[in-house]
């Protein structure tokens, strides 16, 4: 997730080769609302009060339009005989943010709150759907991959790769990182195995 959008990708891996099944950028803020993209941002110059009722009306948009793209994508998905199994967010530091106050205070507690803000959207828009949410943090991701797929996990990394060859350009890092925890998130699944999300 990015700053009012963010790439869902659904991969299958119900086979050797794994199958990118649907993909697209989804916007989830209201584009006419004035501080929707950077809402802690826009809140800072506002009083407690005012910005807690932005950053509220931001959310009541962002959620609205998160859960229409998810529910559109599970259509898309649903339609081409799939079904979702799980989801794995992508995760910063995730470190608790401190009071609101104190976040307006500091512009590197801004960019984190906001980082926040458009990933718990995303939550909380698959969880609506009855879709289970792993949070796997970005960082962590080659060494997630390498415990779960072990030797292959190389050969899955490649395989992502090349799917832009067959998908088309562009096949971003944001997409290839998407496909890589959602592969993860479904061989946890499919393998019986647990891990703390």
């Not at 995730?94 to 590197?108: D, I, Q, Y």
């Not at 190389?154 to 890589?180: C, F, M, Y």
């Amino acid at each position: 997730m990015h700053s009012g959008w963010g790439a869902v990708v659904c991969m299958s891996s119900h086979s050797d080769s794994p199958e990118l099944i649907d993909r697209r950028r989804i916007v989830v803020i209201e584009p006419t609302m004035e501080g929707a993209k950077q809402p802690y941002h826009f809140a800072e110059s506002l009083s407690l009060e005012q910005a807690e009722h932005h950053l509220h009306k931001c959310s009541e948009a962002s959620q609205r339009l998160a859960l229409k793209a998810v529910r559109e994508m599970l259509e898309a998905v649903t339609a081409r005989n799939y079904r979702v199994v799980g989801c794995a967010v992508l995760l910063a530091s995730g470190r608790a943010l401190p009071s609101l106050e104190k976040v307006l205070a500091s512009h590197a507690l801004i960019h984190t709150a906001e980082g926040e803000f458009f990933r718990r959207i995303a939550r909380e828009a698959f969880e609506h759907c009855r879709i289970p949410v792993a949070g796997i943090r970005e960082r962590e991701l080659n060494e997630r991959a390498n415990e779960t797929f072990g030797k292959a996990a190389a050969r899955v990394r490649q395989h992502i790769s090349s799917l832009g060859k067959t998908v088309g350009s562009p096949w971003t890092q944001d997409e290839k990182n998407a496909a890589l925890a959602g592969l993860i998130v479904s061989e946890i699944k499919s393998a019986g195995l647990t891990r703390p999300p």
